[in-house]
């Protein structure tokens, strides 16, 4: 597999390799070959050279590259944090949103519900609050910040609840909430068996103009004690646990995430990050439900998801709620909820994805080539509501589309509307 990134890139932290002394030699050529050795022998150690450069020139900003080798979520935390740990600084001090749930967690009612929040997340993923400890101590940033950067929906939901607002006057959890579609395509024929299965899906990851130069792109090598090692590649936000976007791991298992926004948000619910987190690890199809229908959630998700051939997308909601559906001929999902009745935040909230899923069915049927997936990832023809966000004072921007590839083993990455040419990366599915 390619490890986006490594091989070439001196050491780091991040990289799980210690700094070694540079002694002064007598000759100054002595010196430079004894440090040249040193690098080598430390990447040689660690990650094995890539076969090629996946892009097809400069990496773009959002997409650096971050391996990280760990043996426990402490220890993965933090080397990521120490990784990320400007685009953390960056992002924390500019995003409005994050400022105002900081503000509020610094209230006598703020405190309370996030600490409510906190012990929820305890008792369900211990290992992963040590994660997010970790990035706090490698980036240097009060663990506060990174909890709360890791609770945005679920915290910003109790501001409301607790204000008394009623359904209509509720204030969404940001403007720019509104993110992410994907078109889904597995060829019906394979139902039958005989052979393998033609299946492809593209994802458009909307998010905040404020996120836009602070995203990475990481590559996990994990070990923990007692349990078989695994890796992973996603697509990451500064400061966030891995799962809430896109991305494989070494097991087979592709995914990619639509936000959701119910309207009734438990209080002490499980985040929907730390669960998209755990789903990273899903070892089977069977295994990621399983992780993705976690007990107690306080948002939930769509989770569309490649495994062995088959291709899925689950939703998931507040409580106790989920339908899986198995993708058969074409399929497309936004954000808001399909098949389970819960009602939306803001009855406007749905105002976009309505659209994005409209334009999808005016598109020719069916959506099934690389072409006119893209073509419909790349669509721009509702300008209110377009599937490609790039208007002009937007809060919100489409930072990548990714269209996966399974039977190729492959995964294409755009970072400019995927109308306008070939794909910026294209990554291997398999590690080796």
């Given amino acids: 597999m390619h490890r986006p990134g490594t091989g070439t890139a001196p050491c ?12 002064i030699m007598p000759a100054l050529l002595s010196a430079f070959l004894v440090l040249v050795v040193m690098v080598m022998s430390c990447n040689a150690a660690r990650v094995p050279s ?59 009612a703020g405190a309370g519900a996030l600490a409510t929040l906190l012990a929820a997340q305890e008792r369900a993923y211990p290992h992963l609050v040590q994660e997010c400890r970790g990035m706090a101590a490698g980036s240097q940033v009060d663990f506060e910040q ?10 910003a939901a109790q501001i409301s609840a607790l204000s008394g607002d009623s ?68 697509f990451v936000y ?38 998209t987190r755990s789903v990273v690890e899903a070892t089977s199809l069977e295994d990621a439900v399983r992780r993705a229908t976690q007990p107690g959630q306080a948002v939930g998700a769509s989770f569309n998801m490649f495994f062995a051939g088959v291709l899925v997308n689950l939703e998931t909601g507040p409580r106790n709620v989920s339908s899986l559906l198995r993708v058969h001929g074409g399929y497309a999902h936004t954000n808001t909820f399909l098949r389970l009745a819960v009602p939306m935040s803001n009855p406007a909230d749905g105002a976009s994805s309505v659209a994005r899923l409209a334009r999808y069915q005016q598109m020719p049927q069916p959506v099934a080539s690389p072409a006119a997936i893209l073509s419909f990832l790349g669509d721009q023809q509702n300008h209110t509501y377009p599937v ?23 995964v294409d990455v755009w970072t400019e509307n995927p109308t306008n040419g070939p794909a910026t990366c294209t990554y291997s599915l398999d590690f080796e």
């Fill in 12 to 23: 780091t932290v991040a990289h799980g390799c210690e700094a070694k002394p540079f002694m």
């Fill in 50 to 108: 890539p076969p090629s450069d996946p892009c097809v020139a400069a990496v773009p900003m959002g997409l650096e590259p971050i391996t990280v080798e760990a043996q426990d979520h402490f220890e993965l935390g933090f080397k990521v944090g120490v990784a990320t740990r400007f685009k953390i600084a960056r992002y924390l001090s500019t995003d409005t949103t994050f400022l105002k749930l900081l503000s509020f967690a610094r209230t006598t």
């Fill in 146 to 155: 990174i909890l709360i950067n890791n609770l945005q929906q679920e915290l």
């Fill in 167 to 234: 359904a209509a006057d509720r204030v969404p959890w940001r403007p720019d909430a509104l993110h992410c579609s994907d078109a889904l395509w597995r060829e019906p024929s394979c139902d039958g068996g005989g052979g393998p299965c033609e299946v492809r899906w593209g994802h458009n990851e909307d998010n905040a103009r404020v996120y836009a130069g602070t995203t990475s792109l990481l590559t996990v090598h994990f070990s923990p004690a007692g349990r078989p090692a695994s890796s992973w590649t996603a």
């Fill in 238 to 275: 500064p400061g966030q646990l891995a799962g809430y976007a896109w991305g494989w791991n070494s097991y087979g298992l592709a995914w990619s995430i639509n936000a959701l926004m119910p309207l009734h948000v438990p209080a002490d619910g499980v985040g929907t990050l730390f669960l």
């Fill in 388 to 410: 490609y966000r790039t208007e002009p004072g937007s809060a919100v921007v489409t930072l990548t589309t990714s269209l996966f590839r399974p039977l190729k083993r492959a």
